[in-house]
């Protein structure tokens, strides 16, 4: 998996439309890193979206909604205290 994608590649990678990925960047879901003047996704991104990406499908919930409860489970996971 690359460090970064674009939004053409992220969209091809994950079998998904352009418009998917731009409504959850419109929603402050999803924000890319900016290289160069160029908008670059990082595969922390990619992989998230690809986890919520199965959970709307097993679910039959919303890609916006999934997406929140992926990166809701993400920030659970990498605050939790550790032992």
Not at 38 to 52: E, V
Request: one cysteine or more.
């Amino acid at each position: 998996m690359p460090d970064y994608y674009n939004l053409q590649q992220l969209a091809q990678t994950l079998g998904i439309a352009e418009t998917n990925i731009i409504e959850l960047q419109e929603k402050g879901l999803l924000q890319p890193k900016v290289k160069e003047g160029r908008p670059f996704f990082s595969s922390r991104q990619a992989h998230c979206l690809r986890a919520a990406l199965r959970w709307a499908h097993k679910d039959k919930i919303d890609l916006q909604d999934a997406f929140a409860l992926v990166e809701a489970r993400w920030l659970a996971h990498t605050n939790a205290p550790k032992d």
